[in-house]
């Protein structure tokens, strides 16, 4: 069956097309909101060329960010647009990742794992840059394009 | 909120089989009187950042019935907390929660349904229909000594699949198993079937 590998991290028992399912659900209703169309938070940078090895540790940061902060306030949002299901859907998908990722902890990835902070720090900073809820909202808008770049990991 | 007189229903479990999961209680009996159901469901998230955060099932909120297909509001491999109240009129019970959380992982994967034909000299299958979360795999090999078992994945069920050009007077059996992806787990294999080209199907 297909698994997600992020180098050396194995995530199964996720089903990426629900996650697929549950975003087009509300992605017309949550991107309709943002208006400043003129950033990106999960810009190039972020995401383009990022190696296996780097990839669990950036995953990780990038869903506990979601988790943590994103899906956390922007809850109130979900609950007034009604996509509560599909917010809880994306929501406990995440937890489910995140919750199988064992990025290793060795001397020797250290560069690597710097790498991919330094990746994550970029797009945290472009998200502190912008007014919290349109913060809030252009990140939860952007999930299709982080499922876009996990669909890579996907095998 | 209504004040609290009905008894809260008792007796909550979840039987899940083949990826459907149906949520149960005891009846709340009120002679005379139709009882109303609200359903309620919380992820792992929820529980961890908002406990305070329910989401209404999609079919049971309300229902009359004292059962639930939560099947369409259980879409990630984490536990769930469930609870349900009664109503009536302005009447309402206390909520009742699942004792142990509810994971999908645990639902209970039985053999599927498994048909053997021949089309001309051709051995085909169809496989039990059991939803967009089932892979097939299925064995197959020529019932005769020394025979090599041959392997092939069927992603869908409820359509027929060629398995095999087959040789005339040739007796082939087959077994078969689930897969579901979204939990990482296989089915037992189905009992083998037998088919003799240009005969009927022996079943083992």
Redesign the interface.
Request: glycine share 8%; hydrophobic share 40%.
């Given at each position: 069956?297909?698994?997600f590998q992020f180098g050396s991290c194995r995530v199964?028992?996720?089903?990426l097309q629900?996650l697929w399912a549950?975003f087009r659900a509300v992605k017309d209703v949550v991107q309709a909101q943002d208006n400043i169309t003129g950033v990106r938070l999960l810009r190039k940078e972020v995401l383009q060329n990022v190696s296996d090895a780097e990839s669990c540790y950036l995953i990780q940061a990038l869903l506990k960010f979601y988790?943590?902060t994103v899906?956390?306030n922007y809850?109130g949002k979900a609950a007034e647009f009604r996509i509560?299901?599909s917010f809880?859907?994306l929501?406990?998908?995440?937890?489910?990742i995140t919750?199988r990722l064992r990025p290793s902890q060795e001397n020797e990835m250290f560069s690597i794992s710097e790498s991919a902070r330094r990746r994550f720090l970029l797009f945290q900073r472009e998200f502190k840059q912008l007014d919290v809820e349109a913060a809030l909202t252009k990140a939860f808008g952007e999930v299709d394009i982080l499922l876009t770049w996990m669909e890579k990991f996907y095998q | 909120d209504g004040v609290a007189v009905l008894t809260a229903p008792q007796n909550l479990s979840v039987q899940s089989t083949n990826m459907k999961h149906l949520l149960t209680w005891s009846p709340v009996v009120v002679p005379g009187e139709i009882i109303d159901y609200f359903v309620e469901y919380q992820g792992e998230y929820e529980s961890l950042y908002m406990s305070h955060i329910w989401i209404p099932s999609s079919w049971c909120s309300p229902t009359e019935n004292p059962e639930c297909d939560i099947t369409d509001d259980i879409t990630a491999t984490v536990l769930y907390n469930l609870r349900v109240r009664a109503t009536l009129g302005s009447q309402t019970s206390a909520w009742s929660t699942l004792k142990h959380p509810f994971n999908r992982n645990s639902t209970i994967l039985t053999p599927p349904g498994l048909e053997v034909s021949k089309d001309g000299f051709h051995l085909v299958i169809k496989l039990e229909d059991l939803g967009p979360q089932f892979e097939f795999l299925v064995a197959y090999w020529r019932r005769e000594p020394g025979a090599k078992e041959h392997i092939k994945m069927v992603r869908n069920g409820g359509v027929p699949v060629l398995l095999e050009t087959a040789e005339p007077g040739a007796a082939y059996c087959v077994k078969a198993q689930t897969f579901v992806k979204a939990i990482g787990r296989h089915s037992a294999f189905s009992q083998a079937e037998c088919v003799k080209l240009q005969g009927e199907a022996l079943s083992l």
């Open positions: 069956g297909q698994e199964e028992g996720v089903v629900e549950a988790l943590d899906f956390k809850h509560l299901k809880s859907t929501a406990n998908n995440f937890i489910a919750s | -």
